[in-house]
C-alpha cells in the first residue's frame, strides 16, 4: 500500500509561485511511477507533469516551462510551479502507479493523495 501526503498548496497571485510537495511511503519511488495531476471545479482532472520511473518527465503543454517536477532521496516529490496563471487554479493531487509510466493520463494511476488547493488570483 502506498500513502501519499501532499502539501504547499495556497493563494498567490498571478505571475508567482509555489512549490507542492509530496510524501510518499519508503521507497516509493524505486518502483513507483508519481504524477501530478490537477481538478478545477466542474472540470475534468488533468495530468499536469509525470516522473516516470526511470526518470523520464513529461509535462501538460499548458504548464511546460512554467512547472518543475523533482525528487529527492528522502522519498519526497516536488512540483515548483512558477508564473503562476488564474487558469492554474485547482485542487493538485499527487499519485503514483507501479513501474514504467509517463503517461499524463490518469487513468493507470492507482495511489492518489488527499490533494493540496491553489488558487491563484489576477
Known amino acids: 500500500q502506498v500513502q501519499l501526503v501532499e502539501s504547499g498548496g495556497g493563494s498567490v497571485q498571478a505571475g508567482g509561485s509555489l512549490r507542492l510537495s509530496c510524501a510518499a511511503s519508503?521507497?516509493?519511488?524505486?518502483?513507483?511511477?508519481m504524477g501530478w495531476f490537477r481538478q478545477a471545479p466542474g472540470k475534468e482532472r488533468e495530468g499536469v507533469a509525470g516522473?516516470?520511473?526511470?526518470?523520464?518527465v513529461t509535462y501538460a503543454a499548458s504548464v511546460k516551462d512554467r512547472f518543475t517536477v523533482s525528487k529527492d532521496n528522502s522519498d519526497n516529490f516536488y512540483l515548483q510551479m512558477n508564473s503562476l496563471k488564474p487558469e492554474d487554479t485547482a485542487m493538485y493531487y499527487c499519485a503514483a502507479v507501479m513501474g514504467w509510466v509517463s503517461t499524463l493520463s490518469p487513468l493507470p494511476y492507482n495511489y492518489w493523495g488527499q490533494g493540496t488547493p491553489v488558487t491563484v488570483s489576477s
Open positions: 519508503r521507497n516509493t519511488y524505486r518502483r513507483y511511477s
Open positions: 516522473m516516470a520511473r526511470d526518470g523520464r
